[in-house]
């Protein structure tokens, strides 16, 4: 029986019946690879920009990203269906005594199994990736290669699909029934997924510089690697990267673990336990904590939500135990199929209720100190910071290219955008994140931690600042500070001694000038203008004087209060993709574009933009009248403002010393955030009203008084007119 097991006739009579799968399969392989082939094709060669050397090449890369994630999603389907049908036999009480009964090895009948599987995938896999290949050679795109790279497909896809399979059909050997059985199989795939969000939102909600735009850490291997659909998904990307060496030696010792562990729970399955939920008992009860821990969690993370701030806890706590509860119950009636069961065991669901509360207690009282973690200095290999939320003009860091062409960094985490080089931190730029730190932690010590709290203090507005700490053992840690002007401030002076932020900050200053095409000023009257359109040797001489000016800036002064900002464009090649038109020399050319604010410092640049008659003082902007809302209690969100008109020129003097235009905004100043403020330029005060903001350092008098006659709760309802 041992060698007739394998024969082609014994394998003619288990197929009976079985046959639907590999049409099944046929059709999803013929869609996954034939159909998608032709259509691709279709579309290149369509197009009248895409050579056939750039097809060709374009055509390499489909098999290695398009055709290996269809074929995955295929093969995954095709695991699931030979799991399930080859196996579910064992609900059957009837079924199993009579498979059982044969003599014939456990184990021999679990791999026979699995090698039927097999050829229910292989056939169809190999036929339709033959057609497509030959699709692709009738088009011209046939080499040795490409058969190279569909047989390497065909290995990586059958180390998936075991992968998978194991996963369903060790479901399917500890649990006795399809209810129980299919839960466990649905857990199987999002349960990993489910609890990493679970852990996202309870960060989110209780730390305070968590940031939410990256997973990391646990929450990242559980939302990457911990389901076998998420980690094939994982080992594509990083395949179409042609960085999977590592990750193919994870999947094949999880594939392993996972073969073992299904057959020896298949071999070792009592005959009599089908019909019950779980066949190991241990199992069940590891199954049980796993879902009621997060059900509570994940219920009182709702009635937290819910409530006003004041009555938070109170819904929290009993969010908490009702989820907890409620899931214990469920889970026993699943198990024990009786409703009266609901209550039963509860040693357990006192253990999993003191678990849950440990877990909140633990997020709710940053045990972990994750706000207040910084890492050590000397560990730092790198430091990124992101600016950009904070409308800091960041410009991408623009880098020239072995063949004369140019690339631009679009994220502030790659690898080029770090603000640090290799000589790590500085002193000045390591007092500030420490000083950030402290601030956030003592913020959220104050109950005034976050956003969510309020979008200013006594400083002035504040501010979002993601960082990255990438760290020499290669870890990698995210935070999102909150940060008052004053902290920006320190931060930036100590980045401006760091050479690697100079050179991304201003590399534009640094672009060959016979790629500049424009410079847009913007001055103190709020509006751009376009700076010597019809004279490039002027352009040249200004962007020349910047880059003298840069040489002699001290970084207090790169943190003042500027006169002006220019905008410089650069029209860079760049090398063409596929589907772009080439210029007569063989590029592309796109618009690059870099923003700096002008201080008064910088002598060469002010005597130049001084020719072209723009205001560089707020003294020479001709204001005729400024309105103000007051906004009683500090917030857009709350209250009613108070609208006030200044026209008397007394007032209006005052009030241009303070006055930033809408257009000059700089994230390390600080300004009165508690009001809007408009101004009107000109004889006719009813043209146009621009934007602006008051700094709270050089703030009039009276503007105070009016701030705290609001603050005392003092009914100024009525329009205030200066005369």
């Excluded at 059909?169 to 990993?192: E, K, P, Q, R, W």
């Excluded at 970084?555 to 090398?575: N, R, T």
């Excluded at 602006?692 to 329009?719: A, H």
Aim: glycine content about 6%; proline content about 3%.
């Amino acid at each position: 029986m041992k060698s007739k097991i394998y024969s082609s006739d014994y394998m003619k009579t288990t197929s009976k019946g079985q046959l639907w799968i590999p049409v099944l399969l046929s059709i999803g392989y013929m869609i996954a690879f034939p159909v998608v082939v032709l259509l691709i094709l279709g579309n290149w060669f369509s197009s009248e920009i895409i050579s056939m050397e750039q097809i060709r090449q374009l055509y390499e890369d489909l098999w290695r990203n398009e055709l290996m994630s269809t074929g995955f999603a295929v093969t995954s389907v095709a695991a699931v269906l030979n799991g399930i049908n080859h196996f579910w036999y064992l609900y059957s009480s009837r079924k199993t005594d009579f498979y059982h009964s044969l003599p014939v090895k456990r184990s021999k009948m679990f791999w026979h199994r699995t090698f039927m599987g097999v050829l229910y995938v292989l056939i169809p896999y190999a036929v339709m990736v033959f057609f497509a290949i030959c699709i692709g050679a009738m088009r011209g795109c046939f080499s040795l290669k490409i058969m190279g790279l569909a047989l390497e497909m065909l290995v990586m896809h059958m180390i998936l699909y075991f992968l998978v399979y194991f996963a369903v059909v060790l479901v399917v050997c500890v649990t006795g029934n399809i209810l129980m059985g299919g839960l466990c199989l649905a857990a199987v795939f999002l349960y990993s997924y489910t609890l990493g969000k679970l852990i996202h939102y309870y960060r989110t909600t209780f730390y305070d510089t968590f940031y939410t735009n990256v997973s990391s850490g646990f929450e990242e291997f559980l939302i990457e690697y911990g389901s076998p659909v998420f980690l094939g998904n994982s080992f594509l990307t990083k395949y179409a990267e042609n960085d999977f060496g590592n990750l193919l030696l994870i999947v094949l010792g999880v594939t392993g673990v996972l073969g073992i562990l299904s057959c020896a729970a298949y071999i070792r399955r009592p005959s009599e336990s089908a019909g019950r939920p779980m066949i190991y008992g241990w199992i069940g009860v590891i199954v049980k904590f796993l879902v009621v821990i997060p059900c509570g969690l994940g219920v009182g993370l709702i009635f937290y939500s819910l409530p006003e701030r004041s009555s938070r806890m109170i819904w929290w706590v009993f969010g908490l135990i009702f989820g907890t509860v409620l899931a214990h119950g469920c889970v026993e009636i699943v198990y024990q199929m009786d409703f009266r069961r609901f209550l039963s065991k509860r040693i357990q669901l006192v253990l999993a209720g003191i678990l849950v509360a440990v877990c909140a207690v633990c997020y709710q009282t940053d045990l972990t100190h994750f706000d207040l973690y910084l890492p050590e200095r000397e560990e730092i290999a790198a430091l990124y910071v992101d600016f950009s939320s904070m409308n800091y003009d960041e410009a991408y860091y623009v880098y020239k290219n072995e063949d004369g062409t140019y690339g631009t960094n679009s994220s502030w985490t790659e690898q080029r955008a770090a603000v640090t080089g290799e000589t790590g931190v500085n002193e000045d730029t390591w007092e500030a994140l420490e000083t950030i730190v402290s601030s956030n932690a003592r913020r959220a010590a104050d109950g005034n931690g976050g956003f969510a709290e309020g979008m200013f203090d006594e400083e002035g507005w504040r501010h979002c600042l993601p960082v990255k700490y990438c760290l020499k053992s290669g870890k990698e840690i995210y935070r999102n500070y909150t940060v008052s002007p004053s902290e920006i401030s320190a931060l930036l002076q100590g980045l401006y001694e760091e050479d690697a932020f100079m050179e991304i900050r201003y590399a534009f200053l640094n672009l060959e000038e016979k790629y500049l095409e424009n410079i847009d000023g913007i001055f103190l009257d709020n509006q751009s203008y376009r700076l010597f359109q019809n004279e490039p040797e002027k352009r040249l001489q200004l962007l020349e004087a910047l880059r003298k000016d840069m040489e002699e800036v001290t970084p207090e002064e790169l943190v003042g209060e500027p006169c002006a900002k220019l905008s410089f464009q650069f029209d860079l090649p760049h090398k063409p993709e596929y589907y772009e038109k080439a210029e007569a020399d063989g590029y592309v050319y796109y618009s690059y574009y870099g923003t700096i604010p002008i201080m008064p410092s910088f002598k060469n640049t002010i005597a130049i933009l001084k020719e072209t008659g723009y205001p560089l003082s707020i003294e020479d902007v001709d204001i005729r009248c400024v309105k103000i809302n007051y906004w009683n209690s500090g917030s857009y969100y709350e209250n009613d403002a108070e609208y006030v008109e200044y026209t008397d020129e007394k007032n209006l003097k005052e009030i241009r010393k303070a006055l930033v235009p809408s257009s000059l905004w700089c994230c390390w100043l600080k300004y009165a955030p508690n009001l809007d403020l408009t101004f009107q330029i000109g004889p006719n005060t009813m043209q146009y009203d621009d934007s602006g903001y008051l700094l709270i350092e050089k703030m009039p008098e009276f503007l105070k008084e009016k701030e705290s006659q609001l603050d005392d709760g003092e009914d100024s309802s009525v329009t205030e007119k200066s005369e």
